[in-house]
């Protein structure tokens, strides 16, 4: 299968806490692309990362990348309930447009 | 003023029937896309258009079939509905294609329920 695989499927903390998903994929990449999914919603963009890249930070969000081990960490800090939601990392197949996205994590954060 | 938007939000359908849902999209973007994401979550691409040709076509069954009647519009027709083809099919697009470098905008989703 071309999919990234993701961990942990699901993931429950409190408000307040920090919040770590990781991806793996299995192709090379010159890219790496984090996307939030609310319930019921379509998927937004959070951030992206560039090959050459290895930490990149967005407000309360902290992307790393290892190309050696071809995974990368989504570190959300400082939870809010309104972070609820399912996160997927994406990656290029290639130097194409087709986008090959992870299984995903579920993250709950209660208040 | 939505970016990407779709239509129908909910499709429920009689198996055997053909159906159609819209997508349009206002960010001037060449690109569009198909998604389609599975009870489980699951998210893969179906096809992808280049102000309208067809440039990915992934092993889809022909009774799937997208068309683009200008850059900003990318509908899909399904024919003779199947119990699997159940799921959620989310409309993209993007500005840059062919280098993937760029963003997908995604509409919120068409969820098709077939009976």
């Known amino acids: 299968s071309q999919q990234g695989e993701e961990d942990p499927q699901a993931l429950s903390i409190q408000e307040g806490e920090n919040a770590t998903m990781n991806c793996s994929y299995k192709?090379?990449?010159?890219?790496l692309q984090w996307y939030r999914q609310n319930s019921g919603r379509g998927l937004v963009h959070l951030i992206l990362?560039?090959?050459?890249?290895r930490e990149k930070h967005s407000g309360r969000l902290r992307v790393t990348l290892d190309t050696s081990k071809k995974s990368s960490s989504l570190l959300i800090t400082a939870s809010r309930a309104a972070d609820t939601a399912s996160y997927f990392c994406?990656?290029?197949?290639?130097?194409?447009?087709?986008?090959?996205f992870g299984t995903g994590t579920r993250l709950q954060v209660f208040p | 003023d939505t970016a990407v938007s779709q239509t129908p939000k909910y499709l429920v359908t009689q198996m055997g029937n053909d159906k159609s849902i819209k997508c349009e999209q206002n960010?001037?973007?060449?690109?569009m896309y198909w998604y389609k994401q599975d009870s489980k979550k699951f998210l893969k691409i179906m096809f992808s258009?280049?102000?309208?040709?067809?440039?990915i076509n992934e092993t889809v069954p022909n009774r799937f079939s997208p068309k683009s009647p200008d850059k900003a519009h990318l509908n899909l027709h399904i024919n003779s509905l199947e119990l699997g083809d159940s799921a959620v099919y989310f409309c993209?697009?993007?500005?840059?294609?062919?280098?993937?470098?760029?963003?997908?905008?995604f509409g919120s989703g068409t969820q098709l329920s077939v009976l």
């Open positions: 993209a697009s993007s500005q840059f294609p062919g280098q993937g470098n760029e963003k997908l905008f």
């Open positions: 192709t090379s990449i010159n890219n």
């Open positions: 990362i560039r090959s050459n890249e």
């Open positions: 994406a990656t290029p197949w290639g130097n194409t447009d087709k986008l090959i």
């Open positions: 960010l001037g973007h060449d690109t």
């Open positions: 258009y280049n102000n309208k040709e067809l440039i």
